[in-house]
């Protein structure tokens, strides 16, 4: 058993994978031959990620606020504090807050054999983040 008192520093969102502001906190990275990450997204109003997709899928359970989640393909859905969002293995999507609201979420993803737990695309158009 280990138990981390003290995570590390919370970091910004790098833009070339977000819009807007955007505050990471790692929560969990074990050492191999776990491949789990687990990360606390905050998300100011507006900001949100890039199209992208994991190569295992990726859980995300709303802690507060109202955000919203679109795949590729679909309409952008609200999401709210309670609810758990799994998004499949290679599933093109994007997520983050609302316009006008923050929100914050739990994001858990399993990471390729290569350590890779993301392939990023372009920038959400604004005819996809509905204002």
Wanted: net charge negative.
């Amino acid at each position: 058993m280990h138990i981390t008192r003290r995570g590390p520093d919370t970091w910004r969102g790098p833009a070339e994978h977000f819009t807007g502001t955007v505050w990471l906190d790692e929560i969990a990275a074990p050492a191999a031959p776990s491949r789990l990450r687990m990360l606390n997204v905050h998300f100011a109003p507006g900001g949100h990620t890039a199209w992208h997709r994991h190569p295992h899928g990726q859980v995300l359970h709303v802690l507060e606020g109202e955000g919203l989640v679109q795949r590729k393909g679909g309409a952008a859905e609200v999401i709210r504090a309670g609810d758990t969002v799994w998004i499949e293995p290679g599933e093109w999507h994007w997520h983050g807050a609302g316009p006008r609201t923050f929100m914050t979420h739990l994001a858990v993803v399993e990471a390729a054999e290569d350590g890779t737990t993301a392939e990023w695309d372009c920038h959400v158009s604004a005819a996809d983040y509905p204002a």
